[in-house]
T-cell receptor, first 111, second 114 residues
């Protein structure tokens, strides 16, 4: 089955640590996205990539970093500079205006 | 600046009733308006979408109404069922911006009670 796989489903981070969230897709989509979801806030765009080795900042990129070395993979690193990282993180991919697919998300909690 | 405003934040509807969720946008460059349904702990899934050259689109029990002059669009769920209980997000895309970034409303939590 084609789709997007996010791992892990749950992640706990200590203060000052960097953590990396995985996102893999087998849909052959060119574009990939990371969104952050907070209760009552909708989804906000962190970073997006339209092609391998290229990515752009979204609305809330501070404290996050990404890479796009392969078409299938778009990992997100939450750095220690992100002061409020507890949230639900969603990865998505699309091939055009109509073909948006979301993963099942990673819930990150700071302990 | 919130570009897509969604209301209400929460909605309780009796089984068999009509659920109505409203959204308004500011950016006239938006040219595609999808609605997403999200269950707890899951990613959003596309429910139905509309382009601004159409005033209404219906798929089964779900209908989008679109008012381009008022910059408003709404989702109607007919014969609402307990299985429809979820969070619904309206969204908008400006396809001319060079990427397909979704701008989301803040969501409506729908509860359908038996």
């Amino acid at each position: 089955d084609g789709g997007i796989t996010q791992s892990p489903k749950y992640l706990f981070r200590k203060e000052g640590q960097n953590v990396t969230l995985s996102c893999e897709q087998n849909l052959n989509h060119d574009a990939m996205y990371w969104y952050r979801q907070d209760p009552g806030q909708g989804l906000r765009l962190i970073y997006y990539s339209q092609i391998v080795n290229d990515f752009q900042k979204g609305d809330i990129a501070e404290g996050y970093s990404v890479s796009r070395e392969k078409k299938e993979s778009f990992p997100l690193t939450v750095t220690s500079a992100q002061k409020n990282p507890t949230a639900f993180y969603l990865c998505a991919s699309s091939t055009d205006l109509y073909g948006y697919t979301f993963g099942s998300g990673t819930r990150l909690t700071v302990v | 600046q919130q570009q897509v405003k969604q209301s209400p934040q929460s909605l309780i509807v009796q089984k068999g009733g009509i659920s109505i969720i409203n959204c308004a946008y500011e950016n006239t460059a938006f040219d595609y308006f999808p609605w997403y349904q999200q269950f707890p702990g899951k990613g959003p899934a596309l429910l139905i979408a509309i382009r601004p050259d159409v005033s209404e689109k219906k798929e089964g029990r779900f209908t989008i109404s679109f008012n381009k002059s008022a910059k408003q669009f709404s989702l109607h769920i007919m014969d609402s069922q307990p299985g429809d209980s979820a969070t619904y997000f309206c969204a908008a895309i400006n396809s001319g911006a060079g990427s397909y970034q979704l701008t989301f409303g803040k969501g409506t939590k729908l509860s359908v009670i038996p």
